[in-house]
Antibody, heavy 118, light 108 residues
């Protein structure tokens, strides 16, 4: 079954860290790039980060540069998002998404909720 | 950064009616525009990519058109399961990859 499953969300205090994981199955993980997209409560979709299929390039939205790091482990077919120095406005559902054509998101995980609150 | 503006914000229609959703880009995105559907509590689902190509498994009642800065998603005859929020997204000029703010299609 082709799917991606996120985990690692939860409630965290401002300034703390959290690592999200996205486990892929049913397809060749190493041949795809991936993205993280988030959605604040009641809001629209916001692209967060991207990593190329070979891990050679990473991209970030300006608001998370220097705080978030995207990575991948092909041996585990897993995508990660390390989130440091979390802020209130990072509160959102975080989705991992597979890239089928440099920015077309053809497969999404179910999402994991990150709540930043004191 | 390319800004995508969707209209209307909300579309109130009855099952069987035709839905026409608009997405306008702040500069040309050629044909590099996708449409996604999102239902409450669910992840987005790819409907249309590169302006007019239906994704795998998407019914023929969904169609996309346009190029440059003006795009349209048309649902020819609304089914009960089509009431949802729809987002456009560009992959022409990145990063960042950007989304529109969404159009909600609700039951009238």
């Amino acid at each position: 079954q082709v799917q991606m499953v996120e985990s690692g969300g939860g409630v965290v205090q401002p300034g703390r860290s959290l690592r999200l994981s996205c486990a892929a199955s049913g397809f060749s993980f190493s041949t795809y790039g991936f993205h993280w997209v988030r959605q604040a409560p009641g809001k629209g979709l916001e692209w967060v980060a991207a990593i190329w299929s070979d891990g050679s390039k990473e991209y970030y939205t300006d608001s998370v540069k220097g705080r978030f790091t995207v990575s991948r482990d092909s041996s585990k077919s897993t995508l990660y998002l390390q989130m440091n120095s979390l802020r209130d406005d990072d509160t959102a559902v975080y989705y991992c998404a597979r890239d089928s054509a440099v920015g077309t998101f053809d497969l999404w995980g179910q999402g994991t909720l990150v709540t930043v609150s004191s | 950064e390319i800004v995508l503006t969707q209209s209307p914000g909300t579309l109130s229609l009855s099952p069987g009616e035709r839905a026409t959703l608009s997405c306008r880009a702040s500069q040309s995105v050629s044909s590099y525009l996708a449409w996604y559907q999102q239902k409450p509590g669910q992840a987005p689902r790819l409907l249309i990519y590169d302006a007019f190509n239906r994704a795998t498994g998407i019914p023929a009642r969904f169609s996309g058109s346009g190029s440059g800065t003006d795009f349209t998603l048309t649902i020819s005859s609304l089914e009960p399961e089509d009431f949802a929020v729809y987002y456009c997204q560009q992959r022409s000029n990145w990063p960042p990859w950007t989304f529109g703010q969404g159009t909600k299609v609700e039951i009238k």
